[in-house]
């Protein structure tokens, strides 16, 4: 099983139809389209990425799917996602890493993404969830996986529950998916 699909399966217990939904970094747009299939025709997803080529790949996607209604894209950093959002969203995905077939030093970085965490986690509802797919093997961010650990390590308990799961016999780095979920 793939990171995403296990994050997807994990997602699907909190989004319902009509809900507001955030995907943090578009891609392919495979977790966009996922999370508008969940919130069906009422509900609203917006969805963040720097690169033109993955706005394009995930409008593409929507278009031909047929859900592209539902979806607000911008061409943005996700740190700025609160500039952009209106209203409290049921889940916030981050696939975190470059997008496959393009150039591989423009990927998410530790600064950045622990500002759109922070922004994210804001923007989440009461038993709301955030999902991260940590991907840190090859030429990709041991040092974001770092960061974002120890960050999530310090959340409130109160406040948050932080589930960090892993592929323990996978071999190579294998991506590390993470839910945190507000409490309160």
């Given amino acids: 099983?793939?990171?995403?699909?296990?994050?997807?399966?994990?997602?699907?217990?909190y989004i319902r139809e009509g809900d507001l939904c955030v995907d943090a970094t578009a891609g392919n747009g495979g977790d966009t389209e996922f999370l508008c299939r969940m919130v069906g025709k009422s509900g609203k997803v917006y969805a963040f990425d720097i690169q033109k080529a993955a706005i394009d790949r995930t409008s593409d996607r929507l278009k031909t799917s047929g859900l592209l209604d539902r979806l607000i894209l911008i061409r943005d950093s996700h740190e700025k996602m609160a500039e952009y959002v209106r209203g409290?969203?049921?889940?916030?995905?981050?696939?975190?890493?470059?997008?496959?077939g393009t150039d591989h030093s423009i990927a998410t970085k530790p600064d950045t993404t622990l500002r759109a965490v922070e922004t994210g986690l804001s923007l989440l509802q009461k038993s709301g969830v955030m999902s991260l797919c940590i991907y840190s093997g090859g030429d990709t961010g041991y040092s974001e996986k770092k960061a974002l650990l120890e960050y999530l390590?310090?959340?409130d308990q109160r406040k948050w529950?932080?589930?960090?799961?892993?592929?323990?016999?996978?071999?190579?780095?294998?991506p590390v998916p993470v839910f945190i979920i507000r409490l309160k």
């Avoid at 099983?1 to 217990?13: A, D, G, I, K």
């Avoid at 409290?88 to 496959?100: D, E, T």
């Fill in 161 to 174: 529950l932080v589930i960090v799961s892993e592929y323990y016999n996978r071999k190579n780095d294998p």
């Fill in 88 to 100: 409290y969203a049921a889940a916030v995905m981050f696939n975190l890493g470059y997008l496959p």
């Fill in 153 to 155: 390590r310090d959340l």
């Fill in 1 to 13: 099983m793939q990171v995403t699909e296990y994050c997807h399966q994990f997602l699907r217990n």
